[in-house]
């Protein structure tokens, strides 16, 4: 039971992390600054993503043994997501550009702690209840 309590945690605080994506995406498309400012025009596209991963996620934390498949999709998300920016974080480096690998290690983590709190499958819970 308190694993399922840490799962319900766990799920709206990344659920609410991702859904608090959705100012910088109102940032970004505020008065075309991704455009004018020659940001890089892929970022709003990008934060669109998270901002319904948030939401499942939130509606997931009701009963995380019934979205076991939202929880695994976010957590591999958030891990592919991470490796990626890890090899563009050392290919930066390898061209003398810093980046910080502080968002790099976030992703990681909220991939593996969903992951680690990723519900049994409802059919071995039932097996075990009859």
């Known amino acids: 039971m308190a694993n399922h309590s840490l799962t319900q945690i766990v799920l709206v605080i990344v659920g609410l992390l991702n ?3 959705i ?3 109102y940032m970004d498309l505020r008065h075309s600054s991704w455009l004018l400012e ?4 892929v970022e ?3 934060l669109s993503f998270f901002i319904p991963v948030g939401v499942f996620l939130l509606v997931a934390a009701r009963r995380p043994s019934e979205h076991r498949s939202m929880i695994a999709l976010a957590a ?3 891990i592919s997501h991470g490796v990626v920016m890890a090899i563009q974080t050392v290919e930066a480096w390898i061209h003398t550009v810093h980046r910080n690998f502080t968002d790099v290690i ?5 991939g593996g702690v969903l992951l680690a709190l990723l519900p049994e499958k409802r059919e071995a819970v039932a097996q075990e209840v009859a």
């Open 19 to 21: 859904l608090a994506l």
């Open 23 to 25: 100012y910088f995406l």
């Open 38 to 41: 020659r940001k890089n025009e």
């Open 44 to 46: 709003p596209m990008f």
């Open 76 to 78: 591999w998300w958030n």
């Open 106 to 110: 976030v992703f990681l983590v909220i």
